[in-house]
């Protein structure tokens, strides 16, 4: 599969291709005013990893037809799983409470019976969305954090478990999400706002295919980060050894890094992906990628900013040797 968007693609024209990408470029935490920069450039800028971007957008913008395991090589982890964190923000804390507002001024000062059970209805359905936000929040994602810390988590269920969880949570949000329209379209109050009530529906058909596409990206793109992530933490064993006097992580110095690692960190802060790491150092993207944990493990830096202040700090690359 060829990627549907590229590094060097203008960002305004993600946005006019497709107009979804504009919750992907907010809860990646850009904004707009980027002229005619490209997709590298602005993530750059804003310190937002660049494969990762591009997994999500290909991931979206592909459908039905997107390859999960040609995305995955270049995906870090953490920048997905906070780019979850801040869709889970959107939902909770925006989109549900705009609807809901949107909902009670359609229906205006209607008492009747149907109005009542239908705000109810909507109440526990936002209800339901949260309680599974808040599952994720509070299991899926500390149990990748150990993970990404390099420890195989100490946990009551493994993440195929909690996998199968959470898929179940979306089916119910998906049928709660049907059942919701269906009794908007054939019972809502006769003497309510028809204009306002025809927004709100539109406005829940826009919001259900987004959180479908999210619980879809969570489904597939990172599950199969996260299984690959303990794949490799189970075949290399915990990687941390804890200070004496506190069990904090081992700062360790550049002298620690092997030749390997000090030669991939100056091929990552020059913007290149794990596939072309790999083909530089003709070695797998497996490899590139069990460097780059170990790297963070011993640097403990783990965003590429800060890889790439570490790195000209200590002489690893030169300012003119990477795009600012």
Known sequence: ?????????????????????LQVISRFGLTFG????????????????????????????????????????????????EYLKRSHTYFVDFRLPAIKRKLLEAMGVSSSQIAVLI?????????????????????????VETLLSGRMPDAEHDFRTLCHQHKDNHENIEKSSAELKNILIKYYPAQSNVHLLNEVLMDIY????????????????????????EEEVRLHGSRLEDEEDGGALRQESVDSLSEREKEVIRELVKGLSNKEIAENMFISVNTVMTHRRNISRK??????????????????????????
């Open 1 to 21: 599969m060829t990627d549907k968007y590229k590094a060097s693609d203008p960002m305004s024209e993600l946005i006019s291709d497709d107009y979804r990408m």
């Open 119 to 143: 705000l109810k209805f909507y109440d526990e359905y936002a209800a339901e969305v949260s309680r599974h936000m808040e599952y994720e929040n509070c299991h899926v994602h500390p149990y």
């Open 34 to 81: 980027f002229g005619d920069a490209s997709i590298q450039t602005v993530c750059r800028e804003c310190c937002v990893d660049v494969p990762t971007f591009l997994a999500v957008v290909n991931f979206i913008g592909n459908g039905d037809h997107v390859a999960v395991d040609e995305l995955v090589d270049d995906v870090d982890v953490r920048a997905l799983m």
């Open 206 to 229: 826009m919001m259900e295919e987004d959180l479908l596409s999210h619980c879809r990206l969570e489904d597939l793109l990172f599950a199969e980060c996260v299984h690959r992530l």
């Open 299 to 324: 640097l403990n830096i783990h965003s590429p900013a800060g890889l790439t202040i570490y790195a000209i700090v200590n002489g690893l690359v030169k300012l003119d040797e990477i795009e600012i």
